[in-house]
């Protein structure tokens, strides 16, 4: 008998990094075809290699990226396609509208410095890298019927591609791109890299919207900047804010949105292991603005119905809190307002919910 799910209506999802949510087939299928030598013998062995098992450390986890993005990178059919099966994997959970967010510089060859996963350079820039996924996501989305955006993230370590990311959301903000991230170790300091900042007070003059991971593995300071500096108007995870009251009782206040992603919290050790004492149960008490999401369910071996089973499971949700997640999840997208409207809409029929009571 298929097991129960915790919440089998529909949902949004906000935070989901593509190149963290690719199937372990495409990997091997497209290594094959590109004549690449695998480093081990079959899928499941894939599946192991890119995974984590156990609590880890952010880094770790981060590290499990290096295991399976050279097969990907700079394959325009690859690109294209973990775009298009992304939004099928997430039509399947029931995902209405999702934002998938990933760095165009990770996945190009070309007017990219310096080249990543040891390839030798290419043709196929950033530029090209997000019409790519695009493509993917669009035809994903007209194929599924799943709504599907895409946010470009900048990643802390590479100061120099931050402007060039928010050129491509200003480009392509009419074709799905809808906001610009910072992703990566939050432990390294801004401060010390103006141009995140620049590039983020360009998206705040130029109206791109805005997320930063912030209080995943690093302390409330890293999202007090990420609030008062890069102007954010949602936290990727957000977790430690509650270890500086203040802070937490003013975006209580302020209505902020945090990304939680319970699952990969665990696994990146950026929480206790025991569900039982997440800060997840805190924000569910004081009835904040938050999320439910996956992070990378590829290197988390794992899915958008478990990270809701473990919040039924271990943390006391009900289906009246998984709803009014998701309805927060749909008003703090970064879709135009119209279509935020009918997106919460949707959601509020659904839930066979009265209109007035959504909004
Ligand atoms: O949980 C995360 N925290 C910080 N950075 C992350 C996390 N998951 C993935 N990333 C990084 C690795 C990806 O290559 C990059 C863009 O999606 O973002």
């Known amino acids: 008998m298929a097991e129960e799910l915790a919440f089998n ?3 949004v999802e906000l935070h989901v990094h593509l190149d963290g949510a690719i199937r372990v087939e495409t ?3 497209v290594a094959e ?7 081990v013998a079959t899928v499941e062995e894939m599946r192991d290699l890119c995974s984590l098992k156990n609590p880890s450390t952010l880094t770790e986890f981060l590290s499990k990226f290096n295991h399976y993005m050279p097969f990907i990178a700079g394959d325009r059919e690859a690109i294209k396609r973990i775009a298009y099966e ?3 994997d997430k039509a399947k959970e029931g995902v209405i509208y999702v934002e998938a967010r990933y760095s165009p ?3 190009a060859n070309r007017d990219v410095e310096p080249i990543p996963w040891e390839q030798k350079e290419g043709d196929l820039t950033p530029d090209e890298v997000v019409n790519l996924v695009n493509q993917g996501l669009n035809e994903g989305e007209k194929a599924f019927k799943t709504k599907a955006r895409s946010i470009l993230c900048c990643m802390r370590h590479m100061p120099k591609w931050s402007m060039d990311v928010i050129e491509l959301c200003k480009k392509y903000r009419n074709d799905g791109v809808v906001a610009i991230d910072l992703a990566g170790d939050e432990l390294m300091d801004t401060k010390a890299y103006p141009e995140h900042k620049q590039a983020y007070e ?12 912030a209080g995943e593995v690093g302390p409330p300071s890293v999202v007090k900047e990420a609030v008062e500096v890069l102007k954010a108007e949602r936290i990727g995870h957000g977790y430690h804010t509650t270890d500086d009251q203040a802070l937490y009782r003013r975006l209580l206040e302020e209505n902020m949105h945090f990304e939680t992603c319970p699952i990969s919290s665990r696994m990146t050790g950026a929480c206790d292991p025991d569900f039982t004492k997440h800060p997840l149960i805190r924000f569910r008490e004081d009835k904040a603005n938050y999320s439910l999401n996956t992070d990378d369910p590829l290197v988390l071996n794992s899915n958008l119905h478990k990270d809701y089973e473990v919040a039924k499971k271990f943390m006391g949700f009900t289906e009246e809190e998984f709803q009014r997640v998701n309805i927060n999840a749909a008003k703090s997208c970064f ?3 119209k279509e935020k409207r009918e997106l919460v809409h949707q959601l509020c ?9 959504c909004f």
């Open 33 to 39: 075809r590109r004549g690449m030598t695998l480093p």
């Open 202 to 213: 360009e998206a705040v003059k130029s109206g791109v919207h805005r997320t930063v991971h």
């Open 105 to 107: 510089h990770l996945l």
């Open 335 to 337: 879709l135009p307002e």
């Open 86 to 88: 992304f939004v099928e």
């Open 9 to 11: 209506k529909p949902k």
């Open 27 to 29: 990997i091997v299928d």
């Open 349 to 357: 029929e659904a839930y066979g919910m009265v209109e007035h009571t």
